[in-house]
Structure formats: C-alpha cells, structure tokens
C-alpha cells in the first residue's frame, strides 16, 4: 500500500508542474539571422528563453556559462537568445547584435517591442525564462538569475537554471519560481 501511494505522488508531480499558464501567440520577434518577424518557436516541452544584450557586461561574463548550459541540456530543451534591449535599434546595434549571435549557436531574436520582456517579468539583462509545455498548456515555471554568482562562475553555489531543468526533465516539479538576477537593468 505503501509502495502505491508513493506511486501515485510521482505520477500526480509529474502531471503538475507549477507554474503560470501564459500565452504568447501574440509576440513577435525579429529572427537576426533570417531577418524577418517571427513567432516564439517553440519545439520541445522545455524552452529556456535567455534575454541578452550586446553592451551589458554581466552578458560577456555569462556567455561561456550560457554555452555550457545549452551544450548540457540542448538535447532536453530549446534554447533561445532574445535581446530586449532594442527600442532604439539602428545599423550600428544591429551589426553587434549579427555579430553576437554568430558566437553563440543558438537562434537569436529582437524583442523590438518589449513585449516578450513584459509576459516573462524580464527586468534585467541576462536573465532566464523557462517554459514548460504540458496538457496542452505552456507554463512559465522559472524566471530570474541564471545562478547566484553574476561576478564569477568559479564563485557559484546555486545553479537556478540546472536545478529547474533537472526536476522538470524528471518530471518534478521546479525548485525555483523565481530569483531575483543581477545585471544590466533593460530599458
């Protein structure tokens, strides 16, 4: 009787995952290396939504902590750049921004409007998002800091993002909901 209960509490965790039910059919994006306006593309139940810039220097001190997290769970879950940072975006911009995404190898987006930054409760610059598709409804299970150390990753206790991706790729529920980043405030 025991064994059925505990059973039946791994099955319940695993039909829900906690989370608020979003919809984003509405929000498009600039592709940067296709150059036109395109929805969110989502494809695999996990989606980590990485909201970047291209001047903000926390940025430059995550991107080999970016790559490793995309290289470990790139087979688990979509990875997504998306630079909010763009209510004034011009050639100049634009040419970092190209030259940016060639370095990271992932799709790279333009939140031109901000709306992306506005749905997932996006402030700072990086920060994460991570959806959860499930019954047919997506979920935003996690936002904030990426860890608990913007200044080194040799200082780093807590991986937010891994320990979400960890339960949610078991089917548990997140460890996180939210926590609060450090970098560069989007404007």
Same mark, same amino acid.
């Given at each position: 009787?025991?064994? #059925? ?14 989370? !608020? ?13 296709? %150059? ?7 494809? !695999? ?23 490793? =997290? ?5 087979? !688990? $879950?979509?990875?997504? #750049? ?19 995404? $060639? ?11 901000? %709306?992306?930054?506005?749905?997932? !409760?996006?402030?700072?610059?990086? %920060? ?39 339960? =949610? ?7 996180? %909901?939210?926590?609060?980043? $450090? ?5």
């Amino acid at each position: 009787m025991k064994k #059925l209960w505990h059973m039946l509490s791994i099955l319940l965790c695993s039909w829900t995952v906690s989370g !608020q039910d979003i919809d984003f059919s509405y929000i498009q994006l600039w592709d940067v290396q296709k %150059e036109n306006i395109v929805p969110i593309p989502i494809d !695999q139940t996990i989606t980590v939504l990485i909201f970047t810039g291209t001047d903000c220097p926390y940025d430059k001190r995550y991107k080999s902590r970016i790559t490793a =997290l995309k290289q470990q769970y790139g087979d !688990q $879950a979509d990875f997504i #750049l998306i630079n909010a940072h763009t209510p004034h975006q011009n050639k100049d911009n634009a040419t970092q921004t190209k030259t940016q995404a $060639a370095k990271y190898n992932m799709p790279y987006f333009l939140d031109l409007n901000q %709306e992306a930054m506005k749905l997932f !409760q996006i402030e700072k610059s990086p %920060e994460v998002a991570i959806i959860w598709y499930q019954n047919g409804k997506h979920s935003l299970v996690y936002h904030g800091a990426i860890d608990d150390s913007p200044q080194s990753s040799s200082d780093v206790h807590t991986h937010y993002v891994q320990d979400v991706l960890n339960n =949610l790729i078991k089917g548990r529920p997140s460890p996180h %909901e939210f926590n609060r980043a $450090a970098g560069c405030r989007i404007r």
